[in-house]
């Protein structure tokens, strides 16, 4: 059975900290992998996709890794803001949005 | 996402009521869904259509059926609700190349 595993399933950091979220994943095969930020009270919104060509992508403050052989992702946030608080999602996808596994999330708290 | 919307976005029913979600987008999407997420999982698919006369089951369409009106709209019915169907719930579309999801807000149900 698919699967994605987040970890921590929560975190709370002081604002201006950097932090990194970890996914593994058991999805196979690989098509592209996402990270998704969702604000309390509002759909996901989508950080980054890679697929398993690529091994990091930025999106300002937010960089995600892959290491598509020991099927790991990471969400790097640097320079923590108050508004970077939010569930982060991890989705793997097999090949299309009709076959994605979705991660739980960690939720992140950024404190002042 | 204002490009997709949801009504109602609160709604508390009773064991055994009909009711009905909907869904409307702007985006020009051909591709939408339906999610539900629970506290501790991650979002699961519950229906999902790729055009007007396209429809398809999800992971968990049990008890639940879905109507696609027009390109823009996509509406999910619980013919006969029950408790254990209390959920956020989650209308997405996505483009097929890059197939990116845009989640709308969500709907808040609760089954008495």
């Known amino acids: 059975k698919n699967q994605v595993e987040q970890s921590p399933q929560s975190l709370i950091i002081l604002e201006g900290k950097n932090c990194t979220l970890q996914?593994?994943?058991?999805?196979?095969?690989?098509?592209?992998l996402r990270w998704y930020k969702q604000d309390t009270g509002r759909g996901p919104v989508s950080l980054t996709i890679?697929?398993?060509?690529?091994n990091t992508k930025s999106n300002g403050r937010y960089t995600a890794t892959l290491d598509a052989d020991t099927k790991q992702s990471s969400l790097h946030i640097t320079a923590s803001q108050l508004s970077d608080s939010a569930s982060y999602i991890c989705?793997?996808?097999?090949?299309?949005?009709?076959?994605?596994?979705f991660g739980t999330g960690t939720k992140l708290q950024v404190i002042p | 996402d204002a490009d997709v919307t949801q009504t109602p976005r609160n709604r508390i029913t009773k064991t055994g009521k009909r009711i009905m979600l909907e869904c409307s987008q702007t985006k020009g999407h051909d591709r939408m869904y339906w999610y539900r997420q629970d506290p501790g999982l991650g979002l699961r698919l519950i229906y999902y259509s790729f055009d007007v006369k396209d429809i398809n089951k999800g992971e968990i369409s049990d008890g639940y059926s879905v109507s696609r009106q027009a390109q823009a709209k996509f509406s999910l019915s619980l013919e006969s609700a029950i408790p254990n169907q209390t959920a956020l719930y989650f209308c997405a579309t996505s483009d097929s190349s890059p197939p990116t999801q845009y989640f709308g807000p969500g709907t808040r149900l609760t089954v008495l």
């Open positions: 890679m697929t398993f060509s690529e």
């Open positions: 989705v793997v996808s097999d090949g299309g949005y009709q076959k994605v596994t």
């Open positions: 996914c593994n994943y058991t999805v196979s095969p690989f098509s592209n």
